[in-house]
T-cell receptor, first 115, second 113 residues
């Protein structure tokens, strides 16, 4: 499959569960991102990884833990979430450095519901 | 940090009419301004972007204009079609870094047949 893929597409979890979201990009990019999209709110940048190194963490609570084992894969580990964490979680990738395109390509997202 | 305001939040137009969505930004160092289209249940997709060294860019029925002095940029869609119905997001870079995109709150565009 080409582009950016995410699994699972839908996830329902209780507040005491631990789950992980997975993102994979097949574009040869070197930067990956996690965004949160809640209803009626702008997309919120959560984490940025460049060449597997985390370069941005936008004051995200520690119950969200990212992991980037290589430049093609990105995970978001979830534990003890709150109902207000229910949202669409989007992964994106881009090419940094030369030739930089700046364009971020998004995955289809994981619809998370916390009960 | 960067703040991006987007207006209107909803917009309805008749098929064939034009639609204009406007955004303002606060960081004078911002130099990259993409527009994304998100159809219901689908991922955001880039439709057009503009850099700070250009005032206008056009791609078929879609155009974007940028006024750096006033710190605002706009999306123009001409000859709208029902398939243009979607949520449109503007974004701007923060602090000169292409990686830090700040998004507007989105505009729900409905094209009435």
């Amino acid at each position: 499959e080409t582009g950016v893929t995410q699994t699972p597409r839908h996830l329902v979890m209780g507040m005491t569960n631990k789950k992980s979201l997975k993102c994979e990009q097949h574009l040869g990019h070197n930067a990956m991102y996690w965004y949160k999209q809640s209803a009626k709110k702008p997309l919120e940048l959560m984490f940025v990884y460049n060449f597997k190194e985390q370069t941005e963490n936008n004051s995200v609570p520690s119950r969200f833990s990212p992991e980037c084992p290589n430049s093609s894969h990105l995970f978001l580990h979830l534990h003890t979430l709150q109902p207000e964490d229910s949202a669409l979680y989007l992964c994106a990738s881009s090419q940094e450095g030369a030739p930089r395109t700046d364009t971020q390509y998004f995955g289809p997202g994981t619809r998370l519901t916390v009960l | 940090g960067e703040n991006v305001e987007q207006h209107p939040s909803t917009l309805s137009v008749q098929e064939g009419d034009s639609a204009v969505i406007k955004c303002t930004y606060s960081d004078s160092a911002s130099n990259y301004f993409p527009w994304y289209k998100q159809e219901l249940g689908k991922r955001p997709q880039l439709i057009i972007d503009i850099r700070s060294n250009v005032g206008e860019k056009k791609d078929q029925r879609i155009a974007v204009t940028l006024n750096k002095t006033a710190k605002h940029f706009s999306l123009h869609i001409t000859e709208t079609q029902p398939e243009d119905s979607a949520v449109y997001f503007c974004a701007a870079t923060s602090g000169g870094s292409a990686r830090q995109l700040t998004f507007g709150s989105g505009t729900q565009l409905t094209v009435l047949p």
